[in-house]
């Protein structure tokens, strides 16, 4: 059974940092992509940010772009995104993902964990 446990959220003022941590379990970690998701209050989840299996092809939601940057351990079976830059509409609980695929596209996630709310205030 995958499970993923996230953890880093919190409150941060407008142009501040947070970074964001998972840890999954349940399978093996190294095949599989790895993505971050966000729902904001009132909004559909959306994509943020992906990874393939090894780590050497990552992509981006147009908002984020240069900005975040995800990257991940599979020694640990970590997953990191770290935000830079943020903005009041990054508010969001934010899931990380993983996809039974080893590069997947942002519909291509069907496993999230519990999320970590992250709140930005202007």
């Known amino acids: 059974q995958v499970q993923l446990v996230e953890s880093g959220g919190g409150l941060v003022q407008a142009g501040g940092s947070l970074r964001l941590s998972c840890a999954a379990s349940?399978?093996?970690?190294?095949?599989?992509?790895m993505g971050w998701l966000r729902q904001a209050p009132g909004k559909e989840r959306e994509f943020v940010a992906a990874?393939?299996?090894?780590?050497?092809?990552?992509y981006y939601t147009d908002s984020v772009k240069g900005r975040f940057t995800i990257s991940r351990d599979n020694a640990k079976n970590t997953v990191a995104l770290q935000m830079n830059s943020l903005k009041p509409e990054d508010t969001a609980v934010y899931y990380c993902?993983?996809?039974?695929?080893?590069?997947?596209?942002?519909?291509?996630?069907?496993?999230w964990g519990q999320g970590t709310q992250v709140t930005v205030s202007s």
């Open positions: 993902a993983t996809s039974d695929y080893r590069t997947a596209g942002p519909r291509e996630f069907n496993y």
């Open positions: 349940g399978r093996t970690f190294s095949s599989y992509a």
């Open positions: 990874i393939n299996w090894n780590g050497d092809t990552t």
